[in-house]
């Protein structure tokens, strides 16, 4: 449920932007004045197709301006991983819900669940870090003080240019927040969707395959304490009984050993 809200959240709030900012521009001979310049822009920021006209306090003549940049890819990049994320996390959830049998038939549903996982985690990231510095440019192109650098009457002493408001983007800034929330939360579900597949089950039996083998092991090795009972190596005087008595058995008596011998 977390992972379609917050994919919701991602692209509804970058998708579905729009935004603007005005100029003012007062000329040395105020009939030439422009005081309420408005430009206005959207996703998916192309912003060099964006017109607006604009004094050039030199009689009646305006100028027709655009701005600069296109950050289209990456912020059409953003919105596409999360639509689809959101769309995937919709289609796992009926899976999970009413195919359980067949999720995990063949064990071919957790494993394409782990992979997808994974591809998505890997694409919210960059997905992200690339609207992020998208964004960060978007800010500089729709900067007042930039935009009227472009204008030809603000190269002039005379004339007086002003911002009269700037753009407000912290919905953009709440997006990248929510994209790069979107990847911490896919890359912590690769260890829930990894041990529903059959590389981590596999893993489980061989380690106590591996325990059972080491137990054994020591049940019949050299630590076995029977090996020191009465039959074993260490019962020595055992040992030198039966060679006295093999003596006994052939003289009758124990040797002696003669002086000088």
């Not at 579905?16 to 998916?44: H, M, Q």
């Amino acid at each position: 449920m977390g992972l379609k809200l917050f994919a919701i959240f991602a692209f509804a709030t970058c998708g579905g932007y729009s935004g603007g900012l005005r100029l003012s521009v007062d000329c040395a001979n105020k009939s030439e004045s422009d005081l309420n310049i408005d430009i206005a822009f959207a996703y998916p920021f192309r912003l060099h197709q964006v017109n607006f006209d604009a004094p050039t306090c030199e009689g009646k003549r305006r100028e027709t301006l655009s701005l600069i940049g296109d950050f289209s890819s990456s912020a059409e990049f953003f919105v596409t991983i999360a639509v689809f994320a959101f769309l995937y996390s919709l289609a796992a959830t009926v899976v999970y819900i009413f195919f359980q049998n067949k999720y995990r038939e063949n064990n071919r549903g957790p494993l394409i669940d782990f992979i997808v996982t994974v591809v998505f985690s890997f694409l919210w990231l960059v997905g992200s870090s690339a609207w992020a510095k998208g964004l960060s440019d978007v800010k500089i192109a729709t900067d007042p003080d930039e935009v009227l650098l472009l204008m030809s009457a603000c190269k002039q002493q005379s004339n007086k240019c002003l911002p009269v408001r700037s753009p407000v983007m912290s919905s953009l800034n709440t997006s990248v927040v929510f994209g790069f929330l979107n990847f911490i939360l896919w890359a912590g579900n690769i260890w829930f969707v990894f041990k529903e597949t059959g590389w981590h089950s596999s893993g489980q039996r061989h380690a106590a395959d591996t325990m059972e083998k080491q137990s054994s092991g020591y049940n019949q090795g050299g630590y076995n304490q029977d090996s020191y009972g009465p039959a074993g190596g260490y019962n020595q005087p055992g040992s030198y009984g039966q060679k006295v008595h093999g003596w006994e058995g052939k003289t009758g008596k124990v040797p002696r050993r003669k002086w000088g011998q």
